[in-house]
Every structure is written in structure tokens, then in C-alpha cells.
């Protein structure tokens, strides 16, 4: 470790802290992302830490921005010749904007991803509302800003992941929910709000159990069913638990695996929340690899979304196929030239996305992702690939710097 003091009148109350926070001794005080809300949390960190300290070798980039944010407090402090002999030229100033906002836009879901576990694994009361919300708000923004680069890196992890399958569940589930209530439901940006909160937490009392769940090769046990068959419950109340009031997000979590086709219209708000992640959550386990099975392909996971209990079209799952496309990003494919990509963006119709080629006509890899149209005939898609079937590894970044 490389621990380096702050200065605690630098410490921005009610904003996502940019870096690790330790204390003296390197012990942590608060992840990336959390939010302090008042003054006397912020005493009661440094009473804890003997003083507020950041490791450089851990949060290198976050602190050489915030030591650039205190240059700009200090130039404050100057004289205007002196403010006006450092200012960058316009050009300068654009330029670190818009390298700034892609900086923002742009997600790094492995940290994401053990965020999301460590809250939902262990949640406090003390600091689980700071915490949630402020990975809350951080997935808002990316489904806002970049739903497809979101949609891909959440729906390539889930066709992998086991250690860390619950978080990564839930996000992609609130993820989903979010764009479809957004982008094709036209729900209030405050109903897309509490069904993106709810979606995240629905699953908060066994996320332990989930993740040991993924790995787990024999059969469950007694214990582990009945644990499973009343999660719902008892993520309420947990919730409630950690200071959740409202209603419409208790109800929803509450009501997430309740078997109940029929129109959305004819549905509460919290209903009709529970029933779109009840579709969701359908697709999300099907894509998603155990110990002692394979993940199911795409289109199978969409079709169980798409017909309700009674086999018909179900309003929410038609809501999501529609969204998300027949071949959603992240989905691997295979063209009528004989060569298999992965989705990495919607398109005009529901089965022409853009796709990254992978391997050629001769199974070989390409070396580098060839994007393709896959609304002209050439490259028409004929069918879905299985993950386990794909033999190139991949970079996700490079995978999202194409969308």
C-alpha cells in the first residue's frame, strides 16, 4: 500500500466518494462510490481511521483527479495574472470535457460487479441507503447514456459468471427493466426509478446462497429450497430492515416471482413493477451458466420470457423482446457467411443487429472484431451460437469500444 492523507474539508458531502477510502492503517472505511451524507458520518469515519487516507497503488487515476481538483482550489486562491497565465485555450478546455464525459460514460463493470456483491452480501443498515443508491444512480446513467454498451457488458458477463452471479444478476435484471420501462413502456422517469431500485434488491436476502447456488454441482437440499421458495419475503423485510419505506419498491420485491399473467393496465403500479422483473429475471437465469449445466441459448431464454404461464404472449415479456431485439448485444450469433460474431448493438428490426465477427467462414479468429450489418443478405443472421462453442477469448473493452 501506498496510503496518502486528504485534507477532510475536500471531501464533497452527498456526492459518490471518486476512490477507496482508508484509514491510517489502511483499514476500509468506505468503497468507491459511496455517498457521506453529513458532517458527523465524516468524523465519525476519521475517529475510526485516525485520519482519511487513499491508496495511490489502488486508486491511481481517481487521485490523480482528485490532486487535480485541489489544483483548482488552490488556483482559486491566486491572483486573476496568475489564474490567467494557467488557463488552458478553449481548444484544451472542450477537449478535457469531452475526455471527461467519456471517462463518465464509460463503465468498469468488474468493480461494478464487486460493489454490487459486497453490498448485497452484506448489507448495514448504518450505510446500506448511501451505498445502494449511489450503484443505483451509476446504473441509471449507463442505461441513459450507453444502454447498448450496457445491455452487452451485463449480458456477456451473465454468460459466464458464477462467483459473483447474484449482483451481476440483479444488475442486469434492473438494467433490462429500466431500458424496457424507459424505452418501449414510456413509464414515468419515477415509476423507471423504483422499478430499477427494486429489481437490484430483489433478491437481497439470498444472494450468499445464489452465488454458492451457481457453483454447486449436487442437488439442493431441503434447507436451500425452502430458503429459495421464501426469498421474496424475506428480501421485504430485510429491506424494510435497512430503512426502504416505499411501498410500490417493498411490494414489487415482494411480489417478484408471483405467477401473474393478464394485462399490465389492469395492474397496480407495484404490479405491474413485480411482473416486468419476473420476466426479466426469466431471461436473466436462463442465460446464465451453473455448475451443473450449461447457460440456455439467447433465443431460448427470450422465448421463456415472451409466453406467460398460460402460453400466451405476455404483455411485459413482449414489452422486452421488443426491446432488447431477438438477438440482444452480447448474444453470439451465426451468419449466412459462415462467420459467428457477438452482438454488440441493436438494430433497425428486432433480428438485423450489428455484430463483431469473431471467426471466420473457416472457424479461425479474426484477430480483430470485423463489424457487421447483418440487415444485408450477405450477413443475415441464421442463427444463435452457444457461448461454451465460441472459442476466441475476448476483451470486453475492445468488444465495447465498437458499440
Not at 471517462?103 to 468493480?111: G, H, I, K, L, V
Not at 431500485?197 to 439470498?206: G, R
Not at 448493438?345 to 471466420?360: E, S, W
Request: hydrophobic content about 40%; aromatic content about 4%.
Amino acid at each position: 500500500m501506498n496510503l496518502v492523507s486528504l485534507n477532510i474539508e475536500s471531501i464533497q458531502l452527498g456526492h459518490p466518494l471518486p476512490f477507496v477510502l482508508r484509514g491510517s492503517d489502511g483499514a476500509l472505511l468506505a468503497q468507491k462510490g459511496y455517498v457521506i451524507r453529513t458532517r458527523e458520518e465524516l468524523a465519525k469515519m476519521v475517529a475510526r481511521g485516525r485520519q482519511l487516507c487513499v491508496d495511490t497503488d489502488e486508486s491511481g487515476g481517481s487521485h490523480r483527479a482528485y490532486l487535480a481538483q485541489l489544483q483548482r482550489m488552490l488556483m482559486a486562491d491566486t491572483n486573476l495574472g496568475e489564474i490567467a497565465s494557467m488557463k488552458m485555450t478553449a481548444a484544451e478546455e472542450s477537449a478535457s470535457r469531452d475526455r471527461a464525459a467519456a471517462a463518465r460514460a464509460q463503465a468498469d463493470w468488474p468493480e461494478l460487479q464487486l460493489r454490487a456483491t459486497q453490498l448485497l452480501r452484506s448489507p448495514s443498515p448504518s450505510d446500506f441507503g448511501g451505498r445502494f443508491q449511489a450503484l443505483h444512480d451509476e446504473l441509471v446513467r449507463h442505461c441513459e447514456q450507453t444502454p447498448d454498451a450496457t445491455l452487452l457488458a451485463l449480458i456477456y458477463l451473465s454468460t459466464q459468471e458464477t462467483r459473483m452471479y447474484s449482483a451481476t444478476h440483479s444488475m442486469l435484471v434492473s438494467c433490462v427493466c429500466m431500458v424496457v420501462a424507459r424505452e418501449m413502456l414510456r413509464w414515468p422517469s419515477a415509476q423507471v426509478q423504483k422499478l430499477g431500485h427494486a429489481a437490484l434488491s430483489m433478491n437481497i436476502a439470498m444472494t450468499e446462497l445464489q452465488d454458492q447456488l451457481a457453483q454447486q454441482s449436487h442437488p439442493l437440499t431441503a434447507a436451500q429450497i425452502a430458503a429459495v421458495e421464501d426469498h421474496a419475503a424475506r428480501s421485504e423485510a430485510l429491506l424494510r430492515h435497512l430503512g426502504v419505506a416505499d411501498p410500490a419498491w417493498l411490494e414489487a420485491v415482494r411480489c417478484h416471482h408471483h405467477r401473474t399473467p393478464g394485462p399490465l393496465d389492469k395492474k397496480t403500479e407495484a404490479q405491474q413493477m413485480a411482473r416486468l422483473i419476473q420476466r426479466a429475471d426469466i431471461f436473466g437465469a436462463r442465460l446464465a451458466p451453473r455448475a451443473a449445466r450449461w447457460p440456455m441459448p439467447v433465443t431460448a431464454a427470450m422465448q421463456a420470457s415472451y409466453y406467460d404461464e398460460e402460453q400466451q404472449a405476455d404483455e411485459a415479456g413482449a414489452a422486452l423482446v421488443k426491446t432488447l431485439g431477438v438477438y440482444p448485444p452480447g448474444a453470439f450469433v451465426r451468419l449466412a457467411s459462415r462467420e459467428v460474431g457477438v452482438v454488440i448493438r441493436r438494430g433497425t428490426t428486432a433480428t438485423t443487429p450489428k455484430v463483431a465477427v469473431l471467426t471466420n467462414r473457416d472457424g479461425m479468429p479474426t484477430g480483430e472484431p470485423i463489424p457487421r450489418d447483418t440487415g444485408m443478405p450477405p450477413w443475415k443472421i441464421t442463427g444463435v451460437v452457444a457461448f461454451k462453442d465460441v472459442r476466441v477469448k475476448l476483451s470486453l473493452g475492445r468488444l465495447l469500444q465498437m458499440v
